[in-house]
């Protein structure tokens, strides 16, 4: 037996629409609602829970562990270890796709963007990539914009692959 056969779903008429006895309102076939307040307030909480669901990271950073701190004498892989922070904290999403500067690879990273290179190969405390992202950056806000910002620990392990060289590893 079908869940129509089961629960008969009532014909909407013309005379059907508007307020009801009761203040009842028949939104459409198969919704009767008894106020607009609640009407209003199905619709804005179906879309607030549209929008949590449709977050372009679905693993939230501060659920996620930071990278381990590095081990001395293993270099940091740009794919293995500084990539994934990038894109878990939503760097690619903003530097990506548009104008500007782009960090989905080494080598936009060195090109940089209006600013120059957003990575100086050797040298963390001159590129503008670890500026952005301490507490003070020398220009415009701390990155990623709004938060939540990177651990130090994990703005160490960036910081040790720039002085490493910036390998494309």
Same mark, same amino acid.
């Given at each position: 037996?079908?869940?129509?056969? *089961?629960?008969?779903?009532?014909? !909407?008429?013309?005379?059907?629409?508007? @307020?009801? *006895?009761?203040?009842?309102?028949? %939104?459409? &076939?198969?919704?009767?609602?008894?106020?607009? =307040?609640?009407?209003?307030?199905?619709?804005?909480?179906?879309?607030?829970?549209?929008?949590?669901?449709?977050?372009?990271?679905?693993?939230?950073? =501060?659920? %996620?562990?930071?990278?381990?701190?590095?081990?001395?004498?293993?270099?940091?892989?740009?794919?293995?270890?500084?990539?994934?922070?990038?894109?878990?904290?939503?760097? %690619?999403?903003?530097? #990506?796709?548009?104008?500007? !500067?782009?960090? +989905?690879?080494?080598?936009?990273?060195?090109?940089?963007?209006?600013? $120059?290179?957003?990575?100086?190969? $050797?040298?963390? +405390?001159?590129?503008?990539?670890?500026? *952005?992202?301490? @507490?003070?950056?020398?220009? #415009?806000? &701390?990155? @990623?914009?709004? +938060?939540?910002? !990177?651990?130090?620990?994990?703005?160490?392990?960036?910081?040790?692959?720039?002085? =490493? #060289?910036?390998?494309?590893?």
């Amino acid at each position: 037996m079908m869940f129509r056969e *089961k629960h008969p779903v009532p014909e !909407l008429r013309p005379e059907d629409a508007g @307020p009801k *006895k009761g203040g009842e309102v028949m %939104t459409n &076939r198969w919704i009767a609602v008894k106020t607009r =307040e609640q009407f209003w307030r199905a619709i804005l909480l179906t879309g607030g829970l549209l929008v949590a669901g449709c977050r372009q990271n679905p693993a939230s950073p =501060e659920t %996620t562990e930071p990278p381990p701190p590095v081990q001395s004498g293993g270099t940091v892989s740009f794919a293995g270890r500084v990539l994934p922070v990038l894109i878990r904290y939503g760097c %690619t999403s903003c530097h #990506g796709g548009s104008g500007g !500067l782009y960090v +989905g690879s080494v080598a936009q990273l060195l090109a940089g963007g209006a600013h $120059g290179p957003a990575v100086v190969a $050797g040298d963390a +405390g001159s590129s503008i990539l670890i500026k *952005k992202l301490s @507490p003070t950056p020398p220009f #415009g806000d &701390r990155m @990623p914009q709004g +938060g939540p910002y !990177l651990p130090d620990s994990t703005v160490a392990v960036i910081s040790t692959w720039i002085n =490493e #060289g910036a390998l494309n590893n």
